[in-house]
């Protein structure tokens, strides 16, 4: 550890740190002892986030050793005379303590360190791990989602059901986890040295059978640093729900690109005619259950053991209410694209139902009662649950986080209502909400939306609770100026650190057209053109030739992606590209993300071959949070600018309220201007990927001719600026590519080897496997970065010549890589089901001894120049070749044949084994009964498929894939199958 001077502050840091490293350390005490509030910039792999743990944690550490002496002086001064002794007192005092003066009053100040998701504070809680400053005292705040291990409370699905039942759960000391807390909250394994993240706690509950929900909040009281996530801090009702004081504490808010966002989305909301209708239906449900004999009263026994926290008279008053709130909102004149009123007309709206300041806690008091009444007195998951008096609640505590003057004043000011009638549901078959005809005769709902439009609504709330200090921190936060006018508090402290990477370490270029001349240019106009989207896609099947390792391609947005996967696949683009790199999918759905992104990590991990691509979104889950250091990302490829929707009525009326201010202050951004940079903020962000430390070296490729337009460029992060070149002939480029790559494997230091131990590998499957929204993947993943760079001896010993602008890299460049000792050895991680198995079955084959069908390259791919012939290489078995012929070896019988366990392993073996036309019969077939569930459809394709001898023992495996209820008749139809041939 090396020990560093700066502002009188001794930092203890694990090596001996850069320039900017310092630079950034500086800024950070300097904000902390003027008690001041910072914006930070670094970009990534500058080693931001542990330079802010050491600097920050330094701080704290001198601050407490001064408050403790002042606490002692403070008793010496009780026990002894005046004179000397009271002079020697003052002295030590001023030179000791001076700065801790008004600590004395406000108490020890804490760190409360916040970023957006529970995977990102797990890393930084890692890194925390491996300082010098692991032996402070650290807790970190989840949800009961991620905590709770109650057997019953778990299980349930829906969130604020789950709140529910564990508080009356606790309320009523019948959750024996929650009483255990008390006894166990000291135990060793809890307040020992070791600090635990999510994961840990929820490791050392089970073990001591105490909830770790609840031993978080323990932790919290003694803590020095608490982490959480933005919502925690920035909604005003989650700070209260977690306890979360702060009061002389310092926030440091980490990926501060999100905190505009993140502070608007948490003091706005909407809410429908519908759930008002709900609201009501749910009041007039529970009045019944007073009425003996009623047919809707709830189940009597378990009616008896609740306790009713209301009278029927306050249930008739609130229905009262909420019947005059829904006439309220159904009274509101509304144009064809709806209509937009000032912020404070949602009190107009609430006053009309009688809602005031003066009752509004009651009446939240009173709903909250109710809610926690329903979502507990009824056994029948179908029975109500109280999500419509959810939704009235939530709008309540918005709208009334505050009453007073200068609080309404701000409303008028940040914030717009916004009513819009929606006619969707006209077009359903059947009314999905039960008694919305009794109580509104409107055909058509309306949704009212309360928007706040200015991040320093919410920012301005932190300091009203009088933090020391906040510093906000990321690596794409430029440019400063209007940001600073965004978020509406003092900044006396700013820093824009350049990178610590050199000219040979990265590549950027603008490329504007594609190999077929076609300009890229993914604005709206011509985002749907063929010959755009045909050009594009052969544009990353010549980049994928020439980029080792893992390549990163991102679009502006899922549909995007979509229809460019489509066109793609329909014109034997995708087959080629992942023919050379297997592709990845980022999913939208969350429970399947984990894997995927498992799996590409192994696939490129495994020297057999030529590394993976993944397909991901600007803005989703891979651009922000996730390490692709050295061969995880060795480039990425940007397709184009993603602009938020042009007509959302939101980004509208953003861009209409930036410009009032505007008028009033030259300082603040123009509408125009902030709707740009929320699309090169978002390009910044994903851009970052690839570059994650002082080593670390990669190509990035702006394909857009609109990234040539100043304006653009200069949005970019300041460290990238310098280095971005505009291509000029597309043949050129790719050799440029080439060219560097080869020169920064030859001149820049390679990832070091770290093998896999024999043990290791069955604990990357365990925790892989456990599902805690991405924390577990995140420790996996770390684990996993790291053995994976045991085949970065993949050394690139074949490039082409500058004049061969297509050209495969040899396979020789793995010939160091020994499976037998590192990370390649184990599998990866199963898919959840046979939909997502059929994304990825479309992993690389390669090599031209693969025992898997190599597709043709097509002949326009052929024509583009000449390639590099491939090595013969023997791959290792992918897992189903058990049922297949092998070279010299007698095919396995058919009546022994099974369908292979793994669900992509399946998948492939139906691939090989059907032409072309009837595999993606089966594809669609798959999608359509996901879709629509139609059994007899599908079973009526499976059999065309595969009804024969050589098939049938696939026919049967898929009863695995059936939705339950199809199970039973699927396997009676097996049984009485008699094949003839």
Not at 361 to 388: C, D, H, W
Not at 501 to 527: A, E, F, W
Request: proline share 4%; net charge positive; glycine share 4%.
């Amino acid at each position: 550890m090396h020990e560093i001077m700066i502002h009188g502050i001794p930092v203890s840091f694990p090596f001996e740190p850069y320039d900017v490293q310092k630079a950034y350390m500086e800024k950070v005490i300097e904000s902390l002892q003027n008690n001041t509030n910072a914006l930070l910039e670094s970009p990534t792999g500058t080693g931001k986030t542990l330079s802010l743990l050491c600097s920050s944690l330094a701080w704290l550490m001198v601050k407490k050793a001064q408050l403790q002496m002042n606490a002692q002086l403070g008793n010496f001064n009780d026990h002894s005379g005046g004179g000397f002794t009271a002079g020697l007192k003052e002295n030590l005092k001023s030179s000791a303590g001076k700065r801790a003066k008004d600590d004395t009053t406000w108490g020890m100040p804490k760190i409360i360190y916040s970023s957006r998701t529970h995977s990102q504070l797990t890393q930084v809680m890692q890194e925390l791990k491996r300082s010098s400053y692991r032996h402070v005292k650290a807790a970190i705040l989840g949800s009961r989602d991620q905590m709770c291990i109650h057997p019953e409370v778990s299980k349930e699905t829906n969130n604020m059901n789950k709140v529910h039942m564990c508080q009356l759960k606790v309320k009523t000391r019948t959750c024996h986890f929650y009483n255990n807390v008390e006894s166990k909250k000291d135990d060793r394994s809890v307040k020992g040295d070791e600090i635990l993240d999510i994961e840990d706690l929820v490791t050392v509950g089970k073990k001591l059978k105490c909830c770790p929900y609840y031993l978080s909040k323990e932790l919290k009281q003694d803590a020095d640093i608490i982490f959480m996530p933005y919502n925690y801090l920035l909604d005003p009702k989650s700070r209260k729900a977690n306890g979360v004081e702060l009061l002389n504490n310092i926030v440091i808010l980490d990926e501060a690109h999100n905190v505009e966002k993140m502070c608007e989305e948490s003091a706005s909301l909407q809410i429908r005619t519908t759930d008002v209708a709900l609201c009501i239906d749910e009041i007039t449900y529970v009045m019944k259950s007073f009425v003996e004999g009623s047919e809707d009263q709830i189940d009597v026994s378990l009616d008896n053991n609740q306790p009713k926290d209301f009278t029927c008279e306050d249930l008739c008053v609130l229905k009262e209410m909420m019947l005059a709130f829904e006439k309220a909102i159904d009274e509101i004149g509304v144009g064809s694209e709806g209509s937009t009123y000032p912020g404070g007309f949602i009190f107009e709206l609430l006053d009309k139902a009688e809602i005031k300041d003066q009752n509004h806690m009651s009446v939240i008091s009173l709903i909250e009662n109710l809610i926690q009444y329903l979502s507990t007195a009824s056994a029948s998951p179908f029975q109500r649950k109280g999500v419509g008096l959810q939704k009235v609640v939530d709008l309540l505590n918005v709208v009334f986080s505050g009453i007073s003057h200068a609080y309404k004043e701000r409303i008028k000011l940040c914030y717009k209502v916004h009513v819009i009638i929606d006619d969707k549901k006209n077009n359903k078959k059947t009314d999905s909400w039960g008694a919305l005809k009794t109580t509104s005769s409107k055909s058509a709902e309306r949704v009212l939306s309360y928007w706040c439009f200015s991040p320093g609504f919410g920012m301005k709330q932190l300091l009203e609770q009088h933090v020391r200090s906040i510093i906000l921190t990321s690596g794409t936060l430029a440019p400063l100026k209007p940001l600073i006018s965004e978020l509406g508090i003092p900044i006396g402290v700013q820093l824009e650190n350049p990178h610590i990477v050199k000219s040979n370490q990265i590549c950027v270029k603008i490329v504007s057209h594609g190999p077929d001349t076609v300009q890229l240019n993914s604005n709206y106009q011509n985002r749907n053109n063929p010959k755009y989207i045909s050009s594009l896609g052969r544009t990353i099947l010549s980049f994928s030739r020439v980029i080792p390792d893992g390549l990163l391609v991102f679009f502006p947005s899922y549909p995007i992606m979509t229809k460019c996967q489509e066109m793609w696949q329909a014109e034997g683009i995708w087959s080629s590209i992942n023919n050379i790199k297997p592709i990845f999918v980022e999913p939208q759905r969350k429970d399947t993300f984990n894997s995927v992104i498992s799996d590409y990590y192994s696939k490129i991990s495994d020297p057999n071959t030529k590394g993976a691509c993944f397909m991901a979104v600007c803005r989703g889950k891979v651009s922000e949070g996730l390490d692709f250091a050295d061969m995880n990302g060795r480039a990425v490829i940007i397709t184009g600018l993603p602009f938020p929707p042009f007509k959302d009525p939101r980004i509208v009326l953003k861009k209409k309220y930036l410009e009032e201010l505007r008028v009033k202050e030259k300082e603040f951004l123009s509408g125009d201007e902030w709707y740009s940079l929320e699309a090169t903020r978002a390009v910044n962000q994903a851009i970052g990927r690839v570059i994650r430390h002082q080593n670390d070296y990669g190509a990035i490729l702006l394909c857009d001719t609109r990234f040539n337009n100043p304006k653009l460029k200069s949005q970019l992060s300041a460290w990238l600026r310098d280095y971005i070149n505009v291509s000029n002939k597309f043949g050129e480029t790719v050799s440029e590519i080439c060219r560097f790559f080869k020169n920064a494997q030859s001149s820049l230091p390679q990832p070091k080897l770290k093998p896999l131990l024999p043990h290791e590998s069955n604990d990357i499957l365990t925790e892989s496997s456990t599902s805690l929204t991405g924390v577990s993947f995140q420790k996996t993943n770390a684990r996993i970065v790291n053995k994976s760079l045991s085949s970065s001896t993949k050394s690139i010993n074949r490039y082409p010549n500058s004049n061969e602008v297509y050209a495969d890299f040899s396979m020789d460049f793995y010939k160091n890589a020994k499976a037998s000792s590192y990370v390649n050895e184990f599998q990866p991680k199963e898919t959840k089901d046979l939909f997502s198995a059929l994304d990825c079955s479309t992993e690389s084959q390669s090599s031209k001894q693969s025992l898997v069908t190599i597709h043709k390259r097509n002949a326009e791919e052929a024509n583009l120049a000449t390639v590099a012939k491939k090595k013969k290489l023997k791959i290792k078995s992918f897992g189903f070749e058990e049922n297949m012929k092998t070279n010299g070896e007698i095919e396995m019988p058919i009546s022994e044949r099974v369908a292979p366990i793994s669900l992509i392993d399946f998948v492939k073996e139906i691939k090989t084994l059907l032409d072309g036309d009837n595999y993606k019969k089966f594809q669609l077939s798959i999608s359509a009964y996901k879709k629509e569930g139609d059994y007899d459809v599908f079973l009526k394709t499976l059999t065309d498929l595969l009804m024969s001898k050589k098939l049938f023992y696939l026919f049967k495996g898929m009863k695995r894939f059936m939705k339950d209820e199809h199970k039973i008749l699927f396997q009676k139809y097996c049984d009485n199958v008699k094949l003839e041939s």
